[in-house]
């Protein structure tokens, strides 16, 4: 079955060439497609196009399809195009001619859209959530650890002291301003295009305000052509969303591969958690972050992809489209499956407390040295002579302890006011 047939057989291969895995990526949005019928025909019967008995008949045969995919029996039958085909094609075996009432007033372009804003929607808020759980993990963390010194880089070469609780808190934070991405791509799938049809709006008189208010839309897209022109722009915030937190995921995956290595030896996970060699028997490698590393290299590959995707299509809808799914369901799982790894892996993270002792991290003490004879009233540039002189003559020795106190700094880290930040940002996502 196909909403648009006309009664006549194409190719096989055109076929499967044009479907691709439509069958198989459509049973992600087989609840939505439900959810969005049941608004819908709620609609048509208050315009008169449907009878009250048709429409408890067709909700209760909704109701059951719903209850289908939720127990996991509901499945896309070999020779139906898609799922917006197969919900029709029971309606009718179930329930007669009047499952065929179904798709008046729409357009599988508006259908498709709409059941994709609801999935986006549900889907940004569950990776929202997962970004949450790890700011959480990293904000415990960096408390727990504020106090524990650690060498901080510029150029990859000792610069300043730092702390473990700075690192974690860093990372926490910049997930904040990840959430912000988030939420942009949020308000813009949570928007209405049911009503704009195939693009150019419909003689029906449909209540398009109606069935925002009932799929808990914020807004409507107003304008038809707009509302079909959301069809990827959607999905590049969505590209942008997903970029920005595997970014801030992969950029820590590299810092951890660094500070676990004997080199740096910053910090360790428990031999379960890491993999060996074939070949030299004390290898402890961080396979887990290298693999994350390059998931989220790849992940961040996705805005470009749908960008270009986009980048010569004119005005309407066009059957590239289609393709669009192919890279943005797997990635909400990938992402999600990154960040539950990162988690985990955190929650046994084990910091070495002593890194700074090394000798070779003396040096990266010479600023607070520089500080502390200013602050006495040596002026700066004659205090920096100093410790200068020091180091060039081997007679430097570092104080070690550190005493910073404005906002964001190691001696206060301002985790309750990030914490804050982030709660602004959820209740933007409605969490």
Not at 192 to 204: D, E, I, M, Q, R
Request: include cysteine.
């Amino acid at each position: 079955m196909k909403l648009w047939d006309k009664g006549y057989d194409i190719d096989s291969w055109i076929e499967s060439f044009t479907v691709g895995n439509d069958r198989q990526i459509d049973m992600l949005i087989a609840r939505h497609d439900v959810e969005a019928s049941m608004a819908h025909i709620k609609m048509l019967e208050s315009i008169g196009l449907l009878t009250a008995d048709e429409l408890a008949r067709l909700l209760e045969g909704l109701q059951q399809i719903a209850q289908e995919i939720e127990d996991g029996t509901f499945q896309i039958c070999d020779g139906i195009e898609d799922v917006h085909s197969q919900v029709e094609q029971l309606l009718t075996e179930r329930l007669g001619d009047v499952g065929k009432k179904i798709h008046s007033g729409r357009s599988r372009n508006d259908q498709v859209l709409v059941d994709l804003k609801l999935f986006y929607r549900t889907q940004l808020k569950e990776l929202a959530s997962e970004t949450n759980q790890l700011f959480e993990r990293l904000q415990q963390l960096s408390e727990t650890y504020k106090d524990v010194l650690m060498p901080g880089y510029t150029h990859l070469q000792v610069a300043m002291p730092s702390s473990f609780g700075l690192w974690f808190g860093a990372y926490a934070e910049t997930l904040v301003d990840d959430l912000q991405v988030v939420a942009s791509a949020y308000a813009i799938a949570n928007q209405n295009p049911l009503g704009s049809a195939a693009g150019y709006g419909s003689s029906f008189p449909l209540n398009r305000t109606m069935t925002t208010r009932l799929l808990d839309f914020e807004d409507l897209h107003y304008n038809v052509i707009a509302a079909q022109m959301s069809r990827g722009k959607t999905e590049l915030a969505v590209g942008y969303a997903v970029n920005a937190i595997a970014t801030t995921l992969g950029r820590m995956a590299m810092d951890i591969c660094l500070f676990n290595s004997q080199n740096y030896a910053f910090i360790r996970f428990p031999d379960a958690l890491t993999t060996g060699s074939s070949i030299m028997p004390h290898k402890k490698n961080p396979d887990v972050w290298e693999i994350m590393r390059g998931r989220c290299n790849r992940l961040r590959s996705i805005a470009n992809e749908i960008s270009m995707m986009l980048s010569n299509l004119p005005l309407g809808y066009h059957r590239d489209l289609q393709l669009l799914k192919d890279i943005t369901f797997p990635a909400f799982e990938e992402m999600k499956e990154c960040l539950r790894m990162a988690d985990f892996m955190l929650q046994h993270v084990i910091v070495n407390e002593e890194a700074v002792n090394d000798s070779r991290y003396d040096y990266m003490f010479t600023v607070e040295d520089v500080n502390r004879l200013t602050l006495a009233g040596v002026p700066f540039r004659e205090a920096y002579k100093t410790i200068g002189s020091q180091v060039q003559q081997g007679t430097y020795k570092p104080n070690k302890q550190i005493h910073h106190t404005h906002e964001g700094s190691m001696g206060n880290l301002c985790n309750d006011q990030i914490a804050g930040k982030m709660k602004k940002v959820l209740k933007k996502l409605e969490l």
